[in-house]
């Protein structure tokens, strides 16, 4: 490992706001990979139970997974996108 | 069914009576001024319980002796039992008098009215009573045209007491005319069967006339222009006396279970004061013969003398009853049982849990789950649904149909006694806490002071459906009762989809629960807007009244607002997960325009 990587390494691992950071984007892309897992399972439901009331519960219920998720992809790429920032400064 | 068939029967045969005697008129008259005197009397002492009767209550009912000084004392400057005893019923309900309270008060106002007799007796036959009437009904109507709360209540007393005098005036004279065409004197009768029957006589009137005051007036004017005998006169105030417990039986047949409870403690001190005046009366007239020497009243005041059998019988009945308060209590709460007379304490909040942040979190959130079944209760009862059927798997919308004849549920003494204490002990818990809890635990115990708050106002939004709720009842127009039921409907299927998802999340652990609830604030905005619509399209179409489409959206305004104030309050109270868990999942959480835009894209 180059000197570099190690000592930003060290830095990281003494930086306490970094580790808050960190253990911030991997909470919310634990919450997102639950997230797909539910989208998958609805759009199989959706897709077996057929025209009625039961298949619009199912759409919207697949709209409002799908927007949180954006919702949340949106998040990291904006606290990554303030990393990259703060490395470059 | 017994008040069904009351009220026709007594308007006929009153009607009869009041047809076929001028004299009799005049006395009928007389005894209606008098009875809405003492409405206007009442009306009047209102106005001033706000707070200080009640303030005087809450420091002079702690022992025996201050509840029957209180009842005696009140029910004589008021000269109404009924509203002291009011008073005292709502007391009991919430639980701040006890049983034993509320008897020594009736006790008292069993004492305080017999001097309501000496007024009449000893004034108001005295004098020209009409005299001293009309000036207090000219100054007394006046002072209620008023805006000021307190001059108005202050004109409503003075014109009862002038109305009071009036009726007493009348009855009075009705009583001197109608001796000059019926001789009443003629059908006395003496011994055991004159005392007997007259006793039901006199229960009898106080039945109809629902006041023991007005009975004691009648029998007072009768006696004093010799239409009935001293002996009868005597029989009769017994009858009113135990008559007046019959009004309050029937009044508290509605009543909770503290009213029922109450008049079943009056019943049984008037029947066996009854009782004992009856099996005694030969003694109680020689006492009284004392006691009118003792005083120099004439042998022959026979008015007066009823005044102080009256007050003498009554008088051994709370010395004869007062050692018996006790018995009479656990007597009255075994035989009338109902929901817990005390107020709801917490169950979990203790100072153990305190010790550790998550211990307390987690009690606080147990004591918040816990007040949230005690309001989903109330606000399932309010709106005339039962809990134990919503919360079951019984089609709801049969329930809601089934269930459309909603009674009045008394929402302020279920909040009383169901989730003040608790809502108030997790309030003072966190408080406390705080000057305790790592930072760690402060977001949890900030979001569960909050969901706490968001039962509360589910609550107080309940409340205010709850009154176009009884009133749709007599609607005759099917589209604002289908309206309402609708309402009925969602408030019920919201609470039985949150209890499902609560015993989910409690058995199937970590789930991204708080981001399931962004499907419930979709679907309560959805039909916000339906609901909106349908009752825009019932007006256009001229298929319900404008005011009435008003009062629809006013109610599905506070529907809305009950359902919002659940989900909320769901959102941290169902949800066990890690703090940090929680804070990321709230990061997701749409908001209004992204619920709207996830909304539309389904339209």
């Known amino acids: 490992m180059g000197k570099k990587k190690l000592l930003k390494k060290l830095q990281d691992f003494f930086d306490a706001d970094q580790r808050e950071k960190e253990r911030h984007v991997g909470d919310i892309k634990r919450i997102l990979k639950k997230l797909k897992e539910k989208e998958r399972k609805l759009q199989k439901d959706f897709e077996v139970c057929g025209a009625g009331g039961q298949s619009e519960e199912l759409k919207q219920e697949l709209d409002i997974v799908y927007a949180q998720r954006m919702k949340g992809v949106k998040i990291v790429k904006e606290i990554k996108g303030k990393d990259k920032d703060k490395d470059k400064a | ?603």
Do not use: C
């Open chain 2, 1 to 603: 069914m017994l008040k069904k068939i009351l009220l026709p029967t007594i308007f006929i045969l009153l009607a009869y009576a009041l047809w076929l005697s001028p004299d009799f008129n005049q006395i009928a008259a007389g005894v209606a001024i008098f009875l809405f005197g003492m409405l206007s009397l009442e009306q009047g002492f209102q106005s001033f319980t706000g707070g200080t009767l009640e303030n005087i209550l809450r420091v002079s009912t702690d022992k025996l002796w201050k509840s029957l000084s209180f009842g005696a004392i009140s029910t004589t400057l008021m000269q109404s039992s009924s509203l002291v005893t009011v008073i005292t019923i709502s007391f009991l309900s919430v639980g701040i008098l006890d049983l034993a309270a509320g008897i020594g008060i009736i006790f008292g106002a069993n004492l305080g009215t017999t001097t309501g007799a000496w007024l009449i007796a000893g004034f108001g036959l005295k004098v020209n009573i009409a005299a001293y009437a009309m000036p207090m009904l000219v100054l007394g109507i006046l002072l209620v045209f008023q805006k000021s709360k307190v001059l108005k209540g202050l004109g409503a007393i003075l014109a009862g007491m002038g109305f009071l005098f009036l009726g007493i005036s009348y009855m009075k004279e009705g009583f001197e005319t109608f001796r000059e065409t019926i001789d009443l004197a003629q059908y006395a009768l003496t011994g055991i069967k004159g005392l007997l029957i007259f006793t039901l006589i006199g229960i009898a009137a106080t039945v109809v006339m629902q006041s023991s005051h007005a009975t004691m007036v009648l029998i007072i004017t009768a006696l004093s222009v010799q239409q009935i005998t001293y002996e009868n006169a005597l029989a009769l105030a017994i009858g009113s006396n135990v008559g007046t417990t019959i009004t309050a039986i029937i009044g508290a047949m509605s009543a909770s279970v503290e009213g029922k409870r109450l008049a079943g403690a009056h019943l049984l001190f008037n029947v066996i004061t009854g009782v004992i005046a009856l099996l005694m009366i030969n003694q109680f007239i020689h006492f009284v013969d004392l006691i009118a020497e003792a005083v120099n009243i004439g042998a022959s005041d026979y008015t007066l003398k009823l005044a102080i059998f009256h007050t003498l019988f009554n008088l051994v009945g709370v010395v004869i009853m007062l050692p018996f308060i006790g018995r009479m209590v656990t007597f009255l709460e075994r035989v009338l049982k109902g929901e817990s007379t005390k107020v709801d304490q917490p169950k979990y909040l203790n100072d153990s849990a305190m010790a550790f942040p998550d211990t307390l979190v987690l009690a606080v959130r147990q004591e918040t789950v816990r007040l949230y079944q005690h309001a989903s209760h109330i606000i399932l009862k309010t709106i005339g649904l039962s809990p134990s059927s919503v919360f079951s798997e019984q089609d709801l919308q049969q329930l809601v149909v089934q269930s459309r004849k909603i009674t009045a549920y008394d929402v302020d003494a279920a909040y009383e006694r169901s989730v003040k204490g608790i809502y108030s002990a997790i309030i003072a818990y966190i408080s406390q806490a705080s000057f305790t809890w790592e930072m760690l635990q402060s977001g949890s115990l900030y979001w569960l002071r909050e969901a706490s708050r968001h039962i509360v106002e589910a609550i107080k939004d309940t409340k205010h459906l709850q009154k176009n709720l009884l009133k749709m009842r007599f609607s005759s127009n099917h589209f604002v009762k289908e309206e309402y039921e609708k309402i009925r409907y969602q408030i019920a299927d919201l609470l039985r989809q949150l209890e499902l998802f609560r015993i989910q999340a409690e058995t199937e652990g970590e789930e991204i629960g708080l981001l399931s609830f962004d499907v419930f604030k979709v679907k309560l905005k959805e039909q916000d807007l339906q609901m909106n619509a349908s009752i825009d399209a019932l007006i256009r179409e001229h298929k319900i009244k404008p005011e009435e489409g008003t009062s629809l959206i006013n109610d599905s305004s506070y529907m809305y607002e009950i359902k919002k104030h659940l989900v909320d309050m769901a959102e941290t109270v169902f949800i066990i997960q890690q703090q940090k868990t929680t804070e990321s999942e709230r990061e997701l959480v749409l908001d209004d325009g992204e619920l709207m835009k996830v909304m539309q894209s389904d339209n």
